[in-house]
Structures are given as structure tokens and as C-alpha cells.
């Protein structure tokens, strides 16, 4: 079997091809999320607490980098990463907790199959059941 065709029938599995999707979904979802804090989310916390843009807080170290620019440590980029990580995370433990709820409901919606050993069980007993009881009558 060639390397194109092994790798046609790879990228052909459903697994692939589903986890490709969860990828570029995921990918928009990223974006959504960094708007969402960077536009919506940030504004109102950096008017209450007196900042104009909460990116931009930093603190300024007293060296100097390439080109004489200052060194900075950001720490506002990394609140604001938290909160995109926080709200990604809230997110897909909420989208994990509803496939969860949806397959209880479908699991205990249908019961499984009873197998030949259980079928055989149960015609033993109701041919138990219908035979006249040892003793009884005499």
C-alpha cells in the first residue's frame, strides 16, 4: 500500500477529521473570547479601578533594552490572559457538563438488551413458576 493512500485513509478517519473541526471551531472561539475580555469584560474592571486600559499596565524597570526603549514587566497582558483562560475554561467545562447531562439521559433512556444467559435465566424461572409446587395438595 503506498504512503498517499495509507495517509488518504488517516486523514479520512472520522477521529481526524472531527478533531480538525474542534480545531478551527476552538481556534474562532479564541478569538470571540479575546474580544470578549479585551472589549467587553476589561473596560467596566479598568474604569473601577481607575485605569484607562488595563493592557497597558505595566512596571518599568530601570534598564533600558535595544534601542533604548525601557523594559517593562506586563503584568496587565497577563491578567488579561487569565481571564481569557478562565472564561475558556468555564466554557468548556459548561459545553462538557451538558454532552455529559444529554448522554445520562440517553443511556438511562434505553435499556440495555438482556443477554442469552439472561434470557435462558428467565425462562427457567417462569417454567419454574408455572410447575405445581413439591408437596402441595396431597
Do not use: C, H
Not at 526603549?69 to 481569557?84: E, H, K, Q, S
Amino acid at each position: 500500500m503506498g504512503m498517499l493512500q495509507e495517509f488518504k485513509e488517516f486523514a479520512m478517519r472520522g477521529n481526524v477529521v472531527d478533531m480538525a473541526v474542534g480545531i478551527v471551531i476552538g481556534g474562532a472561539f479564541g478569538g470571540i473570547v479575546n474580544s470578549l475580555v479585551k472589549d467587553v469584560v476589561m473596560p467596566p474592571i479598568g474604569w473601577a479601578s481607575s485605569k484607562a486600559d488595563f493592557s497597558k499596565l505595566a512596571i518599568e524597570l530601570p534598564v533600558t533594552g535595544v534601542d533604548n526603549n525601557p523594559v517593562t514587566i506586563n503584568y496587565g497582558m497577563f491578567l488579561n490572559a487569565v481571564i481569557n483562560f478562565v472564561i475558556v475554561a468555564m466554557a468548556v467545562f459548561l459545553l462538557v457538563k451538558l454532552v455529559n447531562t444529554m448522554r445520562r439521559k440517553q443511556d438511562s433512556a434505553v435499556p440495555p438488551a438482556p443477554t442469552a444467559q439472561e434470557k435462558l435465566l428467565a425462562e427457567i424461572r417462569d417454567l419454574l413458576k408455572e410447575r405445581p409446587a413439591a408437596g402441595a395438595g396431597r
